[in-house]
């Protein structure tokens, strides 16, 4: 069972990470860059996906940890 995804978003003038349905953040950061490093760590631990936010709101990226079989079905 897949774990829940995580978010690295603004929050203000800072950034943080959400997990999936959590109304709260799981931690603040000064940088992007922190943000991403700590959400990737439990992105991998729990067999989830990490999805980046810019600046603006929107996602730029995401990361999948979880079961992604290679090549895809169909």
């Not at 959400?18 to 922190?34: A, I, K, M, P, V």
């Not at 991403?36 to 991998?44: F, K, L, S």
Request: proline letters at 4%.
């Amino acid at each position: 069972m897949a774990g829940k995804n995580q978010y690295v978003v603004r929050n203000g003038d800072k950034w943080g990470v959400r997990g999936e349905g959590n109304d709260r953040l799981t931690r603040s950061f000064d940088t992007q860059s922190d943000a991403i490093g700590y959400g990737r760590g439990i992105a991998q631990n729990q067999g989830a996906e990490l999805r980046i936010q810019n600046r603006s709101g929107q996602f730029r990226e995401a990361w999948s940890y979880g079961n992604d079989p290679y090549p895809p079905k169909g």
